[in-house]
């Protein structure tokens, strides 16, 4: 199976799109955190990190909003980057690494063939959820490598 590069994505009213030219995300996580469940508001997220020269939002930047909260359990302050026209939740950034943009991977266009590589902040995960085969799962945040 191939995919095209770049890849591409949107907020579901389509006012903010993007392209992703990342070769392979830099981190790719589940997260079951509550933070991420509330943004969300699904039983949690999966969060594609990639280069932030990588993610070129292509439309819509005037239509972006952010919330930023620094009661995170790393100390850092996450900011949370949204559609304010229909509310898709399009990537976060965080003081600990201004280069990195993790974006929503719902917001993709279409499946690509990465997948998550850990699952963190499984001490929320959803008692119906299954964890993914062959993955590392992490209570909280995985430890520094
Ligand atoms: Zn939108
Ligand atoms: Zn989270």
Known sequence: MSFD??????CLCGAIRYELSAEKP?????CHCIDCQKSSGSAFVANLGVHKEEY?????QGTLKSYSTSSTSSGNTL???????CGSSMFETTTEDKNLVMLQSGTL???T?????????CVR?????????GVPQYEK?????
């Open 125 to 133: 995960r959803r008692p119906w959820l299954r964890r993914i085969d």
């Open 56 to 60: 070129e939002i292509v439309s819509g």
């Open 5 to 10: 590069s770049p890849r591409r994505g949107s």
């Open 109 to 111: 266009d279409d499946a």
């Open 79 to 85: 900011t949370r980057w949204f559609c304010a026209i």
């Open 26 to 30: 830099v981190m790719y996580n589940v």
């Open 141 to 145: 945040l995985a430890p520094e490598s």
């Open 113 to 121: 063939d990465w997948k998550p590589v850990q699952e963190i902040f």
